[in-house]
């Protein structure tokens, strides 16, 4: 079965993985709307989030950059005086270095992915939405930031008013031609407006979406009405008017056939109900196989 | 006393440590013929040595990079396929991110050295000899190569058969005013070809030091015929003639008063014979003391 995932950071990264770990033949798009440039080197939280999670490399319980990670070179950029509001680990550095230089020659961060992809012994397909720039631009009343400006160096203290996805962005090769053969469609437990958002301004992904032949469902990041990271139920009550499931639905009009949430927060809906909380790998499991099923649900 | 240092990496920062360990008005004038772009990143090895010794974070031992260092971006990079042939330690990493950066708004070499020297607590003054490009290329019947190429990559193995230093340098500020105001110049026990070649090859230094007003010596990097490490006996041999203090001597024709010589080179010639051997800090005192006393020689 082909399966198309739109992920963004934490929870797609490990939905990712909870679903490479089915026979499903599995294309991840990946979010890029989180990139940002630091200390010169072009960095892709999200991206490398799903590439390490897939390697099985990844820090499992910090949910983003790698496992036995050490924080040498940050630690002379703090006594050198340079910016260290972001955190950047030294096996996650060597990878940022070696993209930014790619990226520098005129090589497409799509290629650069799968290289990587590929050297990390990754079967799935990994897919940045565009290879332009796209960047989110969260507003709040402190005024109007870039994604991990707001996230990391403000701590995503400030209320988000508004969000922006600024650049015009090309769809990435490979995502449409996987979207068009997909047996499922399957949006993560990401944030709707930070994570998959930013993958829909992609022109033509929204377009590839709504007139889809595949079933798609997305899986709701809230158990019980709240998140186990980031402001995505704050962001629901504010832009989706509340945080039942009828609600997070909304975030996805034309886009999904089903709604996957957790048993904590079943209702009269017609939803996929299950257990979502992905912590280790028999949650993945369930987690997997209630999305799959949904595989037969009617367009 | 002001004392104005040409050096290289190795024997160039540790010289330049024995005499910031002396009362001196210590100005380290650093090779800049050996730096590389690695990864994207400007290395400049000779400077960051003569930084980390200075500052004592260096690492004794191995005679580059620095003192509890580790290699995990490094291993990143290799999981990756990427060029790995240059040891970037990651706490060496940060400063040379720091640097790139600095490097591509276009603040000038001699300015961000200023500014890591501050944030590392060094009193002496240390200064590129340019801010300009300046390569050193080894010609070896093998074929040409950049120093690191050939140092690191080819690990020294090609007979040296030809030195050359492309780029049009112009002299870094406050280089030319040391050494007109220098009480001395005191060249580092250095490779002469390969590290003090390069700073002579900078317009303006050759002729400033063959017009001082200062005294001015050099200390040999050999002892009993050899080097602790690299190339520079062999070079003698083939650039000079030999290995005696006088074929060490004329590779600085008429830019020195005299030549500092180990013990074990002691020879009937007019030469300040000391112990020029720097693995301790009672040894750097012994061959520092040496070094000053020639102030009072006759111009």
């Given at each position: 079965?082909?399966v ?8 797609g990264?490990r ?15 990946g979010n ?15 991206l490398?989030?799903?590439?390490y999670?897939?390697?099985g490399?990844?820090d499992e319980?910090?949910?983003?950059g ?6 040498n ?10 910016e ?12 940022h270095?070696?993209r ?5 020659t005129?090589e497409?961060l799509?290629?650069?992915?799968a ?41 995503h ?12 962005a ?9 979207l068009e ?14 994570s998959?958002?930013?993958i829909?301004a992609?022109d ?6 709504e ?5 798609s ?7 019980g009405g ?19 499931p ?10 999904i056939d ?11 809906g ?10 280790d ?11 799959l099923?949904a595989?037969a649900?009617?367009?």
């Open positions: 079965m082909k198309v995932v739109l992920a963004g950071g934490f929870g990264a939905f990712a993985r909870a679903l490479a770990e089915t026979d499903a033949e599995l294309t991840v798009i890029v709307g989180d990139d940002e440039e630091i200390l010169g080197l072009h960095i892709s939280p999200d490398d989030s799903i590439l999670s897939l390697a490399i990844g319980e910090r949910g983003w790698r496992a036995d990670e050490t924080w070179a940050l630690e002379t950029v703090k006594e050198l005086g340079g260290a509001w972001f955190q950047l680990g030294d096996r996650d550095l060597g990878l270095l070696l930014t230089q790619a990226l520098r005129g497409a799509s290629s650069i992915t290289c990587f992809s590929g050297a990390l012994g990754i079967e799935a397909t990994v897919l940045p939405a565009t290879d332009d720039e796209l960047r989110t631009h969260v507003e709040t009343p402190a005024g109007d930031f870039t994604f991990q400006e707001w996230y990391v160096g403000r701590r203290e400030d209320e988000v008013t508004g969000v922006r996805y600024e650049g015009e090309q769809v990435a090769p490979g995502v449409l031609e996987a053969v997909a047996d499922l469609i399957a949006i993560a437990p990401s944030n709707p407006y930070l998959i958002g930013p829909l992609v033509g992904i929204r377009k590839a979406i007139s889809r032949r595949a079933p469902v997305a899986v709701s990041p809230l158990i709240r998140t186990l990271k980031g402001p995505a139920a704050q962001m629901l009550q504010r832009f989706a008017g509340g945080t039942s009828t609600h997070v639905a909304s975030a996805y009009e034309g886009l089903r709604l996957v949430i957790d048993e904590a927060d079943a209702d009269e017609e939803h996929i109900v299950t257990r979502t909380l992905m912590n790998e028999a949650a993945r499991r369930t987690l997997a196989g209630a999305v099923e595989a649900v009617p367009r």
